[in-house]
């Protein structure tokens, strides 16, 4: 079974930056896009950062200048550089990849089970 494992959250204040980590836990064939995305309290999940196997990235508005995703196709690892952090980046954010498991797989979305960063002002 697929596992991404996310580390890095935390409490922190406005201004200030983390790193967000996410990791594949076994061996997988081939992964397409991996990202970021985000649930604040009583809001919807959205999208916040991704980037396709060949390096190409898409970002929400609202981050764009201040967080940076990047990934280690080596590794199987993606990671959220966030600067700047404002008290409405607090949110839950979740690692998800696109990949197949074995070669015969089909392209199958997984989910991490997600990292609280709180932002105080």
């Known amino acids: 079974q697929v596992q991404l494992v996310e580390s890095g959250g935390g409490p922190v204040q406005a201004g200030g930056s983390l790193r967000l980590s996410c990791a594949a836990s076994?061996?997988?064939?081939?992964?397409?896009?991996m990202g970021w995305y985000r649930q604040a309290p009583g809001k919807q999940r959205e999208l916040v950062a991704t980037i396709t196997s060949g390096g190409s990235t898409n970002y929400v508005d609202s981050v764009k200048g201040r967080f940076t995703v990047s990934r280690d196709n080596a590794k199987n690892t993606v990671l959220l550089q966030m600067n700047s952090l404002k008290p409405e980046d607090t949110a839950v954010y979740y690692c998800?990849?696109?990949?197949?498991?074995?070669?015969?797989?089909?392209?199958?979305?997984?989910w991490g089970k997600g990292t609280l960063v709180t932002v105080s002002s």
């Open positions: 998800n990849a696109n990949l197949k498991r074995y070669s015969w797989s089909p392209w199958t979305d997984y």
């Open positions: 076994s061996v997988i064939f081939k992964i397409n896009a």
